[in-house]
């Protein structure tokens, strides 16, 4: 067959609202035109992000009844601890909140002053947390992975020689890690291949660095991996998953994307002592080793959530959407960050907007009128995001990123529709200046003044 459907069928529905073009303009205005500052119950298709958005199916939610809320040794901490064994190979397994608990843990723990921490492209959470620790981040990504009309099939992929070269420069006493993003979230969802991740691993035996995975979507990556990397078709996306584990000393996760829970995240260790130090930190900020910063139900959910997003009809069918909603949107003339990542589409906010120039956030323009238009919320990832601080991002991106299991075609083709009537009337959009903002994680806040 050459249609892909939704491999599943809807037994619960939540209602979405409508909202006028003047309610909207309104609320835009009292939200200092930072759409995460709108309710919302105000948004019609919400694809601010994929994170914790996703919805859980039968299994799951039968898994919440299930939960055992027992502080120590809980049954429901064993399911869970088996699951991620069984897929990850790795025995040191903590549960935290989410990602930026567990990010907050290790730089805690390896990063500091004088410490610099490569990445293909630091997610913004994983950047202020190294940064926090008075560490450095920096983003090595290839430079296919720069250019929004490179067709590279792997464009997450970390540059090999400036990795190198970095190592040279600073010395391996001041790389606690080398971390590599799976999928590439700040660089437009972008898969990383086997072949890179096993070439990092090489490098790093080589200077005796430590190797990390940001793992959020490590089940995506695997299926392009599958569909896209030579000699990889007849594997299974559980055998891929668990040789990009097997390649790394550790992992952060964010159990909120392929976890496929509303909340959660993993720790993974291989290093006893970085363990040890691990679970106590764990202690004093999440909680008890065997529930993290999680409730016991939240571990069932997740359990069978690592289960379900291998299912290979499952990633089929992710995977399509989002390339679905790509190609209509190139199709109707809009650049978008090509190919079409896993999790999201990135619209090239310059291309779109050659009007607005990046300092006046071209990005969130787009953002404003796609909300005022048609009740879409989106968001800016460029200089709105990244640009704190002097920081020139490469690209100006507006990203729409798919809820799983969420949202059908005939909400896709909704988006397309009103994203192209915006395209259609771009010369209307206007520029912005930032009226007031916080010193770090600005655009979570900010607000700013329409020019
Ligand atoms: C690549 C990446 N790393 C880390 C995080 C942080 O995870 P969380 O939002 O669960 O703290 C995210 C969240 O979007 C992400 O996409």
Redesign the pocket.
């Known amino acids: 067959m050459r249609t892909i459907i939704e491999p599943f069928r809807i037994k619960v529905v939540e209602p979405i609202r409508m909202t006028t073009r003047e309610q909207r303009e309104r609320i835009l205005d009292e939200a200092g035109y930072n759409v995460f500052l709108i309710h919302a119950e105000n948004v019609l298709i919400d694809l601010l992000?994929d994170?914790?958005t996703g919805a859980m199916s039968s299994l799951q939610w039968s898994g919440i009844m299930r939960g055992d809320e027992s502080y120590a040794g809980a049954k429901s901490w064993y399911v869970f601890r088996e699951r991620i064994q069984e897929l990850t190979g790795f025995e040191h397994i903590l549960p935290t909140h989410?990602?930026?608990?567990s990010?907050r843990i290790l730089f805690e723990l390896v990063g500091g002053p004088g410490k610099v921490v490569p990445n293909n492209n630091h997610?913004d959470?994983?950047r202020a947390n190294v940064e926090h620790t008075g560490a450095k981040a920096v983003d090595l990504v290839i430079e296919e992975g720069k250019h929004p009309t490179s067709r590279h099939p792997f464009k997450g992929n970390i540059d090999l020689e400036k990795l190198e070269n970095l190592i040279n420069e600073v010395g391996t006493e001041h790389i606690p890690l080398v971390m590599v993003?799976v999928t590439n979230?700040?660089g437009g969802g972008q898969p990383v291949s086997l072949e890179n991740l096993r070439a990092v691993r090489k490098l790093c035996d080589r200077y005796g660095l430590p190797f990390f995975l940001?793992a959020?979507?490590f089940a995506e990556n695997a299926y392009f991996i599958k569909r896209r990397e030579p000699g990889q078709r007849d594997r299974s996306v559980r055998a891929i998953v668990r040789e990009m584990f097997e390649l790394v000393d550790g992992a952060?996760i964010?159990a909120?994307?392929d976890g496929l829970v509303n909340i959660g995240?993993v720790l993974l260790l291989r290093d006893d002592a970085l363990a040890q130090k691990a679970d106590e930190l764990l202690i004093l900020t999440e909680g008890f080793v065997t529930y993290g910063g999680l409730a016991g139900r939240d571990l069932e959910a997740m359990a069978q959530g690592f289960e379900e997003v291998v299912d290979e009809d499952y990633l089929q069918y992710r995977i399509r959407a989002t390339e679905y909603l790509g190609e209509k949107l190139l199709a109707a003339g809009i650049q978008i960050v090509e190919p079409p990542g896993g999790h999201a589409i990135y619209i090239d906010a310059k291309h779109f907007c050659p009007h607005i120039p990046p300092e006046q956030f071209p990005g969130q323009a787009l953002v404003c009128g796609l909300y005022r238009h048609a009740g879409i919320r989106a968001v800016e990832i460029g200089s709105v995001m990244f640009g704190q601080g002097g920081n020139v991002p490469a690209m100006e991106l507006v990203r729409l990123a798919i809820p799983r299991r969420v949202y059908t075609q005939s909400h896709l083709d909704y988006v397309v529709e009103a994203t192209t009537e915006v395209f259609e009337q771009r010369d209307q959009l206007r520029g912005l200046e930032i009226a007031s903002q916080p010193p770090a994680l600005r655009h979570f806040t900010a607000r700013f003044r329409e020019l």
């Open positions: 992000t994170s914790g989410q990602g930026r608990a990010e997610f959470t994983t993003t979230n700040s940001d959020c979507r952060t964010s909120k994307k995240g």
